[in-house]
């Protein structure tokens, strides 16, 4: 007689719902699941909202989770969250956006100054040294967002292009 393995179950805390970035992190992180036999809970509010935030990774807590990753659209607020999922013995991640003044288990994406001024020379060599840039993010606010709109800025160092934004678009 063989013996079945529980499944695992984690849960993912996106910042915003409803937009097209998110989507897209919902179905990768849906086929991921399915290609390793996990379980996904994947929420999060329909506006940015902190509170609302913490309340669905605090909701989340209160399930049978092993894991939990979430966006940190403001870093500053997840320390007693992700205490409080420590506490229970949940593995923690932040993705796209870190948290790392917390206890968090670790951090997966990008170096978002990084990635912003990459971007920026890229458009940098297409428009030259002046001119106007406006600028567009899905969602004001996130630190990845901030961080990726420093980097952009920097590869414009030292020339007149003007910036009009953050937009949300």
Do not use: M
Not at 110 to 127: C, K
Not at 162 to 168: D, I, L, R
């Amino acid at each position: 007689v063989g013996t079945t393995e529980e499944k695992i179950r984690i849960g993912y805390v996106v910042h915003v719902t409803g937009i097209e970035f998110t989507a897209i992190v919902e179905d990768g992180a849906q086929d991921a699941a399915a290609d390793y036999g996990v379980e996904l809970v994947f929420t999060g509010p329909p506006a940015t909202d902190n509170a609302a935030q913490i309340a669905e990774f605090d909701a989340l807590l209160e399930t049978d989770l092993d894991g939990i990753v979430f966006i940190a659209g403001d870093p500053a607020v997840w320390a007693e969250p992700v205490q409080r999922a420590k506490n229970k013995g949940i593995v923690v991640l932040t993705a796209d956006t870190d948290a790392p003044e917390t206890d968090r288990d670790a951090f997966f994406g990008v170096d978002a100054v990084g990635l912003g001024r990459t971007l920026g020379e890229q458009v940098r060599s297409l428009i030259g040294d002046t001119g106007k840039i406006v600028l567009g993010v899905c969602v004001i606010g996130p630190e990845s967002h901030v961080l990726r709109e420093r980097g952009f800025r920097s590869a414009f160092e030292g020339t007149s292009v003007e910036f009009v934004g953050p937009y949300e678009t």
